[in-house]
Nanobody
Framework: QVQLVESGGGLVLAGGSLRLSCAAS????????MGWFRQAPGKEREFVAS????????YYAESVKGRFTISRDKAKNSVYLQMNSLKPEDTAVYYC?????????????WGQGTQVTVSS
């Protein structure tokens, strides 16, 4: 059974940092794109960052560029999101996702999410 399990969320003051982790199990994700999405209350889910299978290419939403860093450890089947200079508008449930090249995120694997709350 394929599972993506996020961890590392919590409550932090504005300007602080958090590191989210996503552990994948049930299959090898070394050839998958991995990504992070978030959904704030009353808003649609939005893309945050993604990384290709080799880790050489990364992509970020404009709102997090320069503050967030995505990375992956293929040996551990894990992906990470280092979040610095957090703002109250970063408050959301953060989801980890995995997708094969050529497919869409909606058809990929998703975790259950981890809450990130940034207080001002």
């Amino acid at each position: 059974q394929v599972q993506l399990v996020e961890s590392g969320g919590g409550l932090v003051l504005a300007g602080g940092s958090l590191r989210l982790s996503c552990a994948a199990s049930g299959r090898t994700f070394s050839s998958y794109f991995m990504g992070w999405f978030r959904q704030a209350p009353g808003k649609e889910r939005e893309f945050v960052a993604s990384i290709n299978w080799s880790g050489a290419d990364t992509y970020y939403a404009e709102s997090v560029k320069g503050r967030f860093t995505i990375s992956r450890d293929k040996a551990k089947n894990s992906v990470y999101l280092q979040m610095n200079s957090l703002k109250p508008e970063d408050t959301a449930v953060y989801y980890c996702a995995a997708v094969q090249a050529g497919s869409t995120w909606e058809r990929g694997y998703w975790g259950q999410g981890t809450q990130v709350t940034v207080s001002s």
